[in-house]
């Protein structure tokens, strides 16, 4: 009888390693996207504190940007027309672990955590971030091919005016937002016609985020560690 509850726990645990392992790997069908498009200006804000939650986010072990293989073709297609403009993509986010979706949800729950309320949902009231839609407890970006990102200078490097910071939770985020300038408006519609034209659709109160048409994962959540 002992020696049959030390085999049971024994087979649990290596099950339990078996699924830590599985859990971490990243599929053959993910690549790291500077592989793809070696001059892109990548800067994900969760691996640092420049976000709205004002600290590192769990599942970011480094500024590396993957995105499944076919995302990441298509957006070297982006790349490339906006080098003819002399134009350049700067990215924010991409594939984005479950665990880091997790650490939004548990944050979002804090209430009195509030140091970053003035840059990010001034106007928001923290209680309501659940409701609505600022945070959830599942996100396209999980699926790896979603994508976060800007256009910048190709000679400067300097983020063409958007008309409202990345990830500020509020209507002056939304792509059709009327209440700013003509030069705004025509960067965002720069961003979105060139994404569109190439294969992706935007969600429209994020002017900066965009999915894959035709996602090779549309159901599947994934929680690998963003490495180097």
Request: with cysteine.
């Amino acid at each position: 009888m002992k020696l049959y509850k030390n085999t049971t726990i024994l087979l649990l645990l290596v099950v339990s390693i078996c699924a830590m392992k599985q859990k971490e790997t990243i599929p053959n069908s993910f690549v790291r996207v500077k592989q793809v498009i070696p001059d892109l200006n990548v800067e994900l804000r969760y691996y640092s504190a420049n976000n709205f939650v004002g600290d590192t986010i769990e599942g970011y072990k480094s500024n590396t940007l993957y995105l499944t293989k076919v995302a990441a073709q298509q957006l070297k297609v982006v790349q490339d027309e906006l080098h003819l403009q002399n134009l350049c993509l700067k990215v924010y986010d991409g594939y984005r672990p479950q665990r880091a979706v997790n650490h939004f949800v548990r944050w979002a729950r804090q209430i009195n955590d509030t140091i970053m309320k003035s840059e990010f949902y001034p106007n928001v009231n923290k209680r309501h971030l659940f409701k609505e839609g600022y945070i959830a407890s599942k996100s396209g970006h999980s699926r790896g091919s979603t994508v976060d990102l800007t256009i910048v200078n190709g000679e400067t490097g300097v983020p063409l005016d958007m008309g409202s910071p990345y990830d500020f939770f509020g209507e002056q985020s939304w792509v059709d937002y009327n209440n700013i300038t003509e030069e705004q408006k025509t960067n965002r519609q720069t961003l979105q016609a060139v994404m569109i034209k190439n294969g992706f659709r935007n969600y429209p109160k994020e002017w900066w985020h965009f999915t894959l048409r035709g996602e090779p994962y549309p159901n599947t959540y994934f929680d690998f560690e963003i490495v180097d």
